[in-house]
């Protein structure tokens, strides 16, 4: 692609980089979930791969609004971090150990979507593109979601059970 020379060409960007990402994500949450031991960690990761497909049928709709084709370009930091995740799996032994290292890859996940979704929501303000503002406002509020579910799983039981775990 070429580069960007306008607030809306900036927003195009990371709106197809968040469409790779969302769609990356959608296919690594089914596999976080076969690894959690901890129903309410599955349901949880369950929960947000649903949302996460309502995410690329959002972006989708914003593409549409700002008459661009939906398409993406390769999420390098969504790829990392996926990556990253899959590593520190290999390396857990143990249940509880194992549910720990899943909740922070995926509020590492979060936290990128969070920091992307809000940049881009703020653009779509600054362009005057209300109706796509409003709908990646939507996907920001459920993204902020997860992340306090997770925080809550981990503070609440996870940790406390991965402390625990015996060598």
């Known amino acids: 692609m070429a580069k960007a020379k306008t607030l809306k060409d900036l927003c195009l960007q990371e709106l197809e980089d968040l469409y790779d990402a969302e769609k990356r994500i959608v ?3 089914p596999k976080m979930a076969d690894a959690a031991s901890g129903a309410d960690l599955r349901r949880a990761l369950e929960h947000h791969l649903e949302q996460t497909k309502g995410h690329v049928q959002r972006l989708e709709h914003v593409f549409h609004n700002i008459a661009e084709k939906p398409k993406g370009k390769t999420c390098e930091g969504i790829k990392g971090i996926l990556e990253e995740g899959e590593d520190t799996l290999g390396e857990v032994d143990g249940d509880a150990v194992r549910d720990a290292a899943i909740i922070a890859a995926a509020q590492r996940v979060e936290h990128y979507e ?4 809000g940049s881009v929501r703020s653009w779509m303000n600054q362009l005057g593109e209300t109706s796509s503002e409003a709908l990646l406002q939507q996907t920001l509020e459920e993204e902020k979601e997860a992340d306090k579910t997770l925080t809550t799983i981990a503070t609440g039981s996870a940790n406390v059970r991965a ?3 015996r060598p």
């Open 27 to 29: 296919k690594a949450l």
């Open 163 to 165: 402390q625990a775990a």
């Open 114 to 117: 969070m920091a992307v979704y």
